[in-house]
């Protein structure tokens, strides 16, 4: 698939990945704040099962790629990719649900898509005209993922130690963490904001100044 160059109708697409709590809804929004970007993340598109028991919904494998709607995913980052705007569902992650809203994303200049798998699923990544990974630690996505699950979802610690040993930390190397050979840019996620946004505007401004040489 070809990389569009930014214009008023090809946005510029920014992939972020990493693994859980690396850091990649933080520099997300810092760059939607700073810049003219709009933000789809990827935690949205988690398949739906109202139709499972709230108990079995919970020991689903909620950090592999099959977790997640890839289809409608893709479909909606090449419509971004052309300039469309997309309705973008919302998750409920204490009941493993989709709600009814759904909230309208209408590209700007620049579009960030973030998630884990986002470079990942090849129809994605190719979309993506700048590509960044966010290398954390394990140790510190960890205690990030402690302290997140257990204030903002209801979670119990034990659930969430359970939960890392047994999906999340092997999915990520079984699925995120090769995915870095894939990055135009790798910052680290416990690096000050600004210098993992000054390394992405850096590579923009360097592809661009090449594409006008050519």
């Known amino acids: 698939m ?3 160059p930014p214009s008023a109708r ?6 972020i990945a990493g693994p859980s709590c690396s850091g990649k809804s933080q520099l997300a929004a810092y760059l939607q704040k700073r810049w003219d970007a709009s933000v789809l993340t990827t935690d949205s ?3 739906e099962l109202a139709h499972l028991p709230l108990e079995e919904r919970a020991r689903m494998n909620f950090d592999e790629p099959a977790a997640l709607d890839e289809e409608l995913v893709r479909a909606h980052v090449l419509a971004l990719a052309r300039g469309e705007a997309v309705p973008r569902p919302t998750y409920d992650f204490t009941t493993h649900t989709r709600t009814r809203e759904v909230e309208l994303i209408v590209p700007r200049e620049y579009v960030i898509i973030e998630g884990l798998f986002t470079l ?6 190719a979309a993506c005209a700048t590509r960044v990974y966010i290398h954390t630690d394990d140790a510190v996505c960890f205690r990030r993922r402690l302290y997140r699950d257990t204030h903002e979802r209801g979670r119990t610690e034990d659930s969430v130690r359970r939960q890392y040993e047994s999906t999340v930390r092997p999915m990520a190397e079984l699925y995120v963490w090769p995915t870095r050979k894939y990055a ?3 910052v ?3 690096a000050p904001l600004e210098i993992s946004a000054a390394a992405i505007r850096n590579h923009i401004e360097a592809e661009r100044a090449a594409l006008v040489e050519e």
Do not use: N, T
Request: aromatic share 16%; proline share 8%.
């Open 10 to 15: 090809h946005p510029h697409l920014i992939a």
């Open 120 to 125: 990942y699923w090849p129809d994605v990544r």
């Open 2 to 4: 070809k990389r569009h």
């Open 188 to 190: 680290s996620g416990v």
């Open 45 to 47: 598109y988690y398949k």
């Open 184 to 186: 135009d840019v790798v």
